[in-house]
């Protein structure tokens, strides 16, 4: 995948992604929204949690 960053999130809707943030944390779930500044919302099928992660943390998405 190449392109603009929120092409590659719109590509990446309700897809498995994983995501490191600055402190080394590593989160993988579904990609179930995003906005213009990059704030995640990544759904977890395993333990059914929804986490919010602010676009300022991230360091890398990994579809």
Known sequence: MSG?????????LN???????????EYTGTLTGYDQHMNLVI?????????????DNVVSINP
């Open 15 to 25: 897809s498995e992604v994983t995501v490191r943030l600055k402190g080394g944390e």
């Open 43 to 55: 759904e977890d099928a395993a333990d059914e949690d929804t986490t919010i992660i602010r676009g």
């Open 4 to 12: 603009r960053p929120l092409d590659v999130l719109e590509a990446s």
